[in-house]
């Protein structure tokens, strides 16, 4: 049995409120130590010893929100390629999401994903199932069959439903298998034709806007309906103060409700769309900076939980167009650390809370393993040099597709190591 052994380690561990100096001692394909106490512990015959001065161990990431082609678009992205960028990033585990052609929203498709997984994956590939059939809002798909053969959560991806009937429905089946609806909220009336925030702006660049409240009305929705099922809601990305002011009241009137925020909500705001730039747009769009100061603000005092890449791989035809007409989405495994380290080192958020909102809180919600550097704990894990600058470039990127928003980026903090159940699946 393989035993590494990583010496004077600063080891940061939400899931304990560990961050100190230490040592990570791994054993076959869990963690048999981590922290301080470990530090004069003698290494076993054999074993592998990295001396990691300087350099800090987290819990593997796990990503909430990705998207991936396969099946039925591989060309822009295959498990295998996804599992590979997220491994360059740090991140252990994928939640998968349902948009896929045909859409994950039986069993059989849940299967192959995991299948399929298994097969090509470096890193651990969760499927959420759709809540609908065919991602149309109408009928729900078989939440206790999916959560049997391994659906992790429920959400229609990129889709809002536009009934409340249905969605009350879903929070309260879903609530009876112990599942999480998580929902992508924008009002298909009031987003209508827009495509980037609605704003002075938008107005310049003579592009149509989608307004605030096209988040936050289906949003406030959501959360008296969660209210009233006691159901376990989601939302899954947020980009408004006004919607973190709703999700911050729903939370204090003790409902079941968490919410995410994408990285790029996070790092960049509407001015980066610049003259037409494709690849700045999103969904939801990149708001104003008040709006990515609130949100900076929201995962301070707790009311955003986690943070997600909103990995988004869209090919050369469909980027490469007018502004309007280009599909919204971008990559984000590869990038979702180094950007998220910029709230570090601008003292905006506390690495302990950073790395709780991109490992141990996405585990605690969905009920996953990982998330934690314990004693027993599977060995997840990721070696960082919090301090090591590096330049995004599209030569560098392992993804399919190079739809990056942060092209040419400095970031600081880079990933020297992945190591799932164990095994290293990447070394810088």
């Known amino acids: 049995m393989s035993i590494t052994v990583f010496r004077r380690a600063h080891i940061v561990d939400p899931s304990r409120g560990v961050d100190e100096v230490g040592t990570v001692i791994v054993e076959g394909r869990k963690i048999v130590a981590a922290g301080k106490a470990a530090l004069n512990q003698g290494a076993p015959d054999g074993a592998t010893i990295i001396d990691c001065a300087g350099k800090t161990i987290i819990p593997g990431l796990i990503d909430a929100r990705v998207f991936i082609g396969e099946p039925g678009g591989e060309h822009r992205e295959t498990i295998a390629s996804a599992?590979?960028?997220?491994?360059?990033?740090?991140?252990?585990s994928i939640v998968m999401m349902p948009d896929t052609d045909p859409v994950i929203d039986n069993v059989a498709l849940v299967e192959f994903v995991l299948r399929t997984a298994k097969d090509t994956a470096i890193v651990n590939i969760l499927p959420a199932a759709a809540i609908t059939k065919g991602l149309e809002g109408r009928e729900m798909t078989e939440f206790g069959l999916l959560r049997e053969a391994g659906a992790v959560a429920f959400t229609d991806g990129r889709h809002s439903i536009a009934s409340a009937l249905v969605m009350r429905r879903a929070l309260t089946y879903a609530r009876?298998?112990?599942?999480?609806?998580a929902h992508e909220t924008q009002d298909a009336d009031l987003a209508s034709a827009g495509v980037m925030n609605e704003g002075l702006y938008a107005s310049w660049l003579g592009l149509a806007g989608i307004p605030r409240e096209a988040e936050s009305i289906p949003l406030?929705?959501?959360?008296?309906?969660?209210?009233?099922?006691?159901?376990?809601y989601h939302a899954a990305k947020i980009s408004t103060a006004m919607a973190a002011s709703a999700v911050a009241r729903a939370k204090a009137d003790g409902a079941n409700v968490t919410s995410g925020v994408s990285i790029h909500n996070l790092s960049l705001n509407e001015n980066d769309v610049g003259e037409?730039?494709?690849f700045f747009r999103l969904t939801p769009p990149l708001r104003?900076?008040?709006?990515?100061?609130?949100?900076?603000?929201?995962?301070?005092?707790?009311?955003?939980?986690?943070?997600?890449?909103?990995?988004d791989p869209q090919d050369v035809d469909t980027k490469r167009l007018p502004f309007a007409d280009a599909a919204a989405g971008a990559i984000g495994l590869e990038t979702l650390l180094g950007?998220?380290?910029?709230?570090?080192?601008?003292?905006?958020?506390?690495?302990?809370r950073l790395v709780e909102t991109l490992s141990t809180a996405p585990a605690r919600l969905f009920g996953l393993p990982g998330g934690t550097l314990k004693p027993g704990a599977l060995a997840d894990l990721s070696l960082v040099d919090l301090d090591e600058p590096w330049v995004v470039s599209e030569s560098g990127i392992r993804s399919r597709s190079k739809n990056t928003c942060f092209e040419g980026a400095r970031l600081q903090g880079k990933v020297l190591q992945t190591m799932v159940a164990g095994r290293t699946v990447f070394s810088a």
């Open 83 to 92: 599992s590979i960028a997220a491994a360059a990033g740090g991140v252990t």
């Open 339 to 352: 950007a998220a380290l910029r709230l570090y080192h601008n003292g905006d958020v506390t690495l302990l």
């Open 176 to 181: 009876d298998f112990g599942g999480v609806i």
């Open 220 to 232: 406030e929705r959501d959360l008296a309906l969660a209210r009233l099922t006691g159901g376990a």
């Open 288 to 311: 104003a900076e008040e709006d990515r100061l609130a949100m900076i603000e929201a995962i301070k005092d707790g009311t955003i939980d986690l943070i997600v890449s909103s990995h």
């Open 276 to 278: 037409y730039r494709t």
